[in-house]
């Protein structure tokens, strides 16, 4: 029997005289998650300082709340950036201890040889602490009609995927390894890819199925 004041957790079955009642997550039919791929010169804050255009200024109007952004893109990287009204979501998203993948394109000045590689899977100490890529993909087909470009002789392609979110981690990285990284863009968050044909600026609304699921 239920007391007053009782709270029931979400999936709890909830009987009335032996019948099953229908109930929902409240927070889930108010979430909303958008989907934008940043261009560059865009900052990830809801102000700049310096007067530079923000990502927060191409979004719709939320039906409720405001949008909480999820990670964070510095100013000359492009990509996926998630967006919610859920602050528990996004928490729960750039927590550390979640461990969520974020997987990146990378274009790099020269080649790196394959102990360089192995020097990036195994861990690099920066001054915020160890930081590795926990895989270093070549890519041979830069995703050019999302706008990254083309690759050229002097360049070489890489997927690389981590499961942190510092500052430059990607760029730092790369740094002290000797490379230097001429474009960056984020490709994947979790299990949320950046779909092909949206195109830098644009945003689109999850569906409340895959917002329910991520």
């Known amino acids: 029997m239920a007391e007053l004041g009782e709270r029931a957790e979400a999936g709890a079955?909830?009987?009335?005289?032996?019948?099953?009642?229908?109930?929902?997550?409240?927070?889930?039919?108010a979430r909303?998650?958008?989907?934008y791929h940043k261009p560059a010169s865009e900052v990830?804050?809801?102000?700049?300082?310096?007067?530079?255009?923000?990502?927060?200024?191409?979004?719709p109007t939320p039906l409720a709340g405001r949008w909480v952004v999820i990670?964070?893109?510095?100013?000359?990287?492009?990509?996926?950036?998630?967006?919610?009204?859920?602050?528990?979501?996004?928490?729960?998203?750039?927590?550390?201890?979640?461990?969520i993948?974020?997987?990146?394109?990378?274009?790099?000045?020269?080649?790196?040889?394959a102990d360089v590689l192995a020097t990036l899977r195994a861990g690099v100490m920066l001054e915020d602490g160890l930081?590795?890529?926990?895989s270093i993909e070549p890519s041979r087909e830069p995703l050019v009609d999302a706008g990254?470009?083309?690759?050229?002789?002097?360049?070489?392609?890489?997927?690389?995927?981590?499961?942190e979110g510092r500052?430059?981690?990607?760029?730092?990285?790369?740094?002290?390894?000797?490379?230097?990284?001429?474009?960056?863009?984020?490709i994947r968050f979790a299990s949320v890819e950046l779909p092909r044909d949206l195109r830098p600026g644009q945003w689109r609304r999850m569906s409340a199925t895959d917002a329910l699921a991520l």
């Open 167 to 186: 500052n430059r981690e990607v760029r730092r990285l790369w740094e002290a390894a000797g490379f230097e990284v001429s474009r960056l863009m984020r």
């Open 32 to 35: 909303e998650v958008l989907i």
């Open 13 to 29: 079955d909830i009987q009335l005289d032996g019948r099953p009642l229908r109930h929902a997550d409240p927070s889930a039919s």
């Open 44 to 59: 990830t804050t809801r102000s700049d300082p310096q007067g530079r255009p923000t990502v927060f200024e191409r979004l």
């Open 131 to 134: 930081a590795k890529f926990i």
């Open 148 to 163: 990254v470009g083309s690759a050229t002789g002097s360049h070489s392609w890489w997927r690389v995927v981590l499961c």
């Open 101 to 113: 993948e974020r997987e990146y394109l990378v274009r790099l000045r020269g080649t790196p040889g």
């Open 71 to 99: 990670g964070r893109l510095d100013v000359n990287t492009t990509g996926l950036l998630l967006f919610t009204t859920d602050g528990a979501l996004a928490h729960r998203l750039m927590h550390p201890s979640s461990e």
